[in-house]
């Protein structure tokens, strides 16, 4: 299993647009993508920072749907509300319990 980390640093008085994008626009977006195993989504109310991890059945999987623009298309929804671009990375889970 693969794991894609996403930080995010939001403008805090967009917080709760942000929940509301992830919960009606991301989240049942993202159940499509082939080999997609899960999502959590942490943040920071007073700060505005954030952390997005997708799983993904496989590495291929997690690069597959990079590629594919859908990763592109769901940061740019919260777009207008960060203060600095998001940072991805990937890592292979080795472990979860």
Do not use: C
Not at 34 to 49: A, D, I, M, V, W
Not at 63 to 91: C, F, G, W
């Amino acid at each position: 299993m693969f794991a894609r980390l996403t930080t995010l640093q939001f403008k805090v008085e967009g917080i709760d647009e942000a929940i509301k994008i992830y919960k009606e626009n991301i989240i049942p977006a993202i159940k499509s993508q082939r080999g997609y195993q899960g999502l959590n989504f942490f943040l920071n109310r007073e700060t505005g920072q954030g952390a997005s991890i997708t799983l993904w059945e496989t590495k291929e999987a997690a690069i597959a749907n990079e590629q594919s623009r859908y990763y592109q298309e769901q940061i740019v929804k919260h777009m207008h509300l960060y203060t600095k671009p998001p940072i991805r990375e990937r890592y292979e889970v080795i472990f979860q319990d």
